[in-house]
């Protein structure tokens, strides 16, 4: 007879970790199906140490996981990764330039998360905090925020500036993904 166990699944803090509550005490080795986005699912194989925090108790057992991979999310890119995940990417890649203190800034912030989601392994999606990543910045030329820069192949492709509606970012996008 085969055990089902009922996860709840919730994220925490960052885009890369979750948390997997079970209902049923955990065996020492799982198996985890996860959907992901459009409906995929990964797999992924669960092992824990056999401990008091992995016993049957009224709270249920808890597993931190962390993913290696944020599908449909924007991340940060900072100076120190600059190289990595922007340059040396395989994917087209959208970088918002931004700061907090910029109201245009929050207003397109929706908009890049969701097409991120749309765009999940297609297009590589960041966010740049201009006063924390001044360099790079400049490198580019950014002189006004909010700035969206497009890259393919490593090499900065197009630019937009201002608080654009979605349609723009994705007509561009859609260039960059055919070319």
Request: charged content about 20%.
């Amino acid at each position: 007879m085969a055990l089902e166990i009922c996860f709840q699944v919730s994220t925490i803090s960052t885009p890369r970790a979750c948390v997997v509550r079970a209902h049923q005490p955990l065996p020492s080795h799982a198996k985890l199906n996860l959907p992901t986005h459009k409906g995929l699912t990964k797999t992924y194989n669960l092992c824990f140490p056999n401990s008091s925090s992995f016993s049957s108790s009224n709270r249920g057992s808890q597993i931190v996981c962390k993913a290696r991979e944020a599908v449909d999310q924007v991340l940060v890119v900072t100076d120190s990764n600059w190289e990595t995940s922007v340059i040396s990417s395989e994917t087209p890649v959208l970088v918002e330039f931004w700061a907090p203190w910029c109201g245009p800034c929050r207003m397109i912030a929706p908009v890049v998360d969701e097409l991120a989601k749309e765009y999940a392994g297609k297009l590589a999606c960041y966010k740049l905090n201009t006063d924390d990543c001044p360099i790079i910045a400049s490198q580019y030329g950014i002189r006004s925020i909010p700035t969206v820069l497009f890259f393919k192949n490593g090499e900065k492709k197009e630019s937009v500036i201002g608080a654009v509606p979605k349609s723009s970012l994705s007509a561009t996008i859609e260039k960059y993904l055919e070319a």
